[in-house]
C-alpha cells in the first residue's frame, strides 16, 4: 500500500466518526499536557529554590552552634541552633589560621520588638561587621551599611531591609536617617537593602542589621562574645570542601571535643543544601509526573477501546481487503497508523496546553514554572509509543481475521 494511500485511508477511518476519535484524543490531551505542566511546576520550583539559596552568597560556608549537651555529654539538650557554642574567639581563630578564605563574617541574631513613628514590628535583629555585605551578596537600596568605626565605637546604627521599612515606616518612605527603637534604645538608621524576596527559607527582607559590637553590649548583654552564626565565603568553589574539613578539625580541638559525632557545632556547605534542595524537589517532580503519567495509561487504554471497536465494525471491509489481496502486514499496518495518529494529534494538541497551563500557573498564580525541551521530547515521544502499543493489539487481531470469515461478517 502507497503512503499516500495509507494516509488518505487513515484521515477517512478518523473523520468518519468524529465525536469517538475527539474523545479519544481527549485522552491523549489531558495526559501530555499534564505531565508537561506537572515537571514545568517541578522545575520551576527546583529553580526557585536554587536561585534562593545562590542569593544568599557565593562559595558559602555556615557554622551554627550544634547540641548544647548536659554533664559528661549526658541526654540533656538544648537544641540544635539553640546553644552558645560558638564565641568571637572561634571566628578570630579560623580566620586568622585556615587559608583560602575570601571573608568571614561573625553574627548574633534574635527576634525583637522593633518600634518607629507610632508602628511596629517583631523581626529578627542581627548583630554584625562590614564583611557581613560581602558574604552575603547584601547590596544597598540606599545609604551605607555597617562600618568599622561602629564596630569599634559600638554605635547604635541600624540597617533595614526594606519589608521591615515598609512595616515600619510606610511605603514609598526613605527611612535612611530615621531613629527606631530596639529593645527600648534608639538606633538611626543608616541604609537599606535591596530586595531579595521572601521564600521557604524566610522573607530576606524582614530583617535589621546593627554593628555585632552593639548588639553584644547593649541588646544581648552578651559578655562572653558567644555568637548564633559564623559565615565564610571561600576563596572559590573548589577550596570549599577543604575549608569545611579545616574548620571542623579547628573546632574539635578548640573545643576539646574527641568524637565528631558529639560535636557540639555544625557547618554547612553552600552546595550541600544546593543538592539536597534539588534531591527533594526532583523527587516532587518525579511524583507528580508520575501521578499525571497515569491519565496517559488510561488514554491509551482508551485509543485500543476504540481501535477494537473500529475493527469489530469494519470486518467486513478488512475481509473484503484481504480478498482483493491485501496482505496481513497491509492491514496490520493500516490500524497501527491509525492508533498512531491519535496520538499524535493528541500529543501536539497537549503540548500546546501543557505551555499554556504552566503560562497560565505563573501569571494568575504567581507560581515559577519551567517548560524544559525534555519533557517535551519525553511527552511527545511517550505518545508515539501508546499508539504503538496500544494499537498493536487491535492491529494484529485485525491482520488475523479469516477472510472468509469477515465477508460473511453481519
Known amino acids: 500500500m502507497k503512503t499516500s494511500d495509507l494516509f488518505e485511508e487513515t484521515t477517512s477511518a478518523l473523520t468518519s466518526n468524529k465525536m469517538r476519535s475527539g474523545l479519544t484524543i481527549l485522552g491523549i490531551v489531558i495526559g501530555i499536557a499534564s505531565v508537561i505542566a506537572m515537571v514545568a511546576i517541578g522545575n520551576g520550583s527546583q529553580n526557585s ?20 549537651r548536659g554533664p559528661a555529654n549526658g541526654p540533656v539538650s538544648a537544641g540544635r541552633g539553640g546553644s552558645t557554642t ?3 574567639a572561634d571566628a578570630t581563630a579560623i580566620q586568622s589560621q585556615i587559608s583560602s578564605i575570601a571573608a568571614i563574617s561573625p553574627e548574633l541574631s534574635k527576634r525583637y520588638q522593633v518600634t518607629a513613628t507610632g508602628n511596629n514590628t517583631n523581626t529578627t535583629v542581627t548583630g554584625t561587621v562590614p564583611s557581613y555585605a560581602q558574604v552575603r551578596n547584601e547590596q544597598l537600596a540606599s545609604g551605607s551599611f555597617i562600618a568599622d568605626q561602629d564596630i569599634a565605637s559600638l554605635n547604635r546604627v541600624a540597617v533595614l531591609g526594606p519589608t521591615t521599612e515598609t512595616d ?52 544581648a548583654g552578651n559578655s562572653n562574645g558567644s555568637l548564633s552564626e559564623i559565615d565564610i565565603e571561600a576563596s572559590n568553589q573548589s577550596a570549599m570542601t577543604s575549608i569545611q574539613t579545616q574548620v571542623t578539625n579547628l573546632l574539635l580541638s578548640r573545643h576539646n571535643i574527641s568524637n565528631p559525632t558529639l560535636a557540639d557545632f555544625q557547618v554547612l556547605n553552600q552546595q550541600s543544601i544546593v543538592n539536597t534542595a534539588s534531591s527533594v524537589t526532583n523527587t516532587m517532580t518525579i511524583l507528580l509526573a508520575s501521578v499525571a503519567g497515569i491519565s496517559l495509561v488510561v488514554g491509551g487504554i482508551g485509543i485500543m477501546n476504540m481501535m477494537l471497536t473500529t475493527v469489530t465494525e469494519r470486518t467486513r471491509e478488512i475481509g473484503l481487503r484481504k480478498a482483493i489481496g491485501a496482505d496481513e502486514t497491509d492491514i496490520n499496518m493500516q490500524f497501527l497508523t491509525e492508533s498512531f495518529m491519535l496520538t499524535l494529534i493528541g500529543g501536539i494538541i497537549g503540548i500546546i496546553l501543557g505551555w499554556v497551563v504552566a503560562w497560565g500557573v505563573t501569571t494568575f498564580a504567581g507560581i515559577t514554572t519551567s517548560v524544559s525541551l525534555t519533557s517535551i521530547i519525553l511527552a511527545f515521544g511517550v505518545s508515539a509509543i501508546i499508539g504503538i502499543i496500544f494499537g498493536y493489539y487491535p492491529a494484529r487481531r485485525a491482520s488475523k481475521l479469516n477472510p472468509i470469515e469477515a465477508l460473511r461478517y453481519e
Not at 534562593?52 to 558559602?60: E, V
Not at 543608616?190 to 530586595?195: A, E, K, T
Open 49 to 68: 529554590i536554587d536561585a534562593t539559596i545562590q542569593s544568599i552568597g557565593s562559595n558559602l560556608i555556615m557554622i551554627t552552634p550544634g547540641f548544647a
Open 86 to 88: 560558638l564565641t568571637q
Open 168 to 219: 515600619l515606616f510606610g511605603t514609598g518612605v526613605d527611612a535612611t536617617g530615621q531613629t527606631i527603637r530596639i529593645n527600648n534604645i534608639n538606633f538611626t538608621v543608616i541604609g537599606i537593602l535591596q530586595s531579595k524576596g521572601g521564600t521557604g527559607f524566610g522573607n530576606q527582607d524582614d530583617v535589621i542589621f546593627v554593628p555585632l559590637s552593639t548588639a553584644q553590649q547593649y541588646l
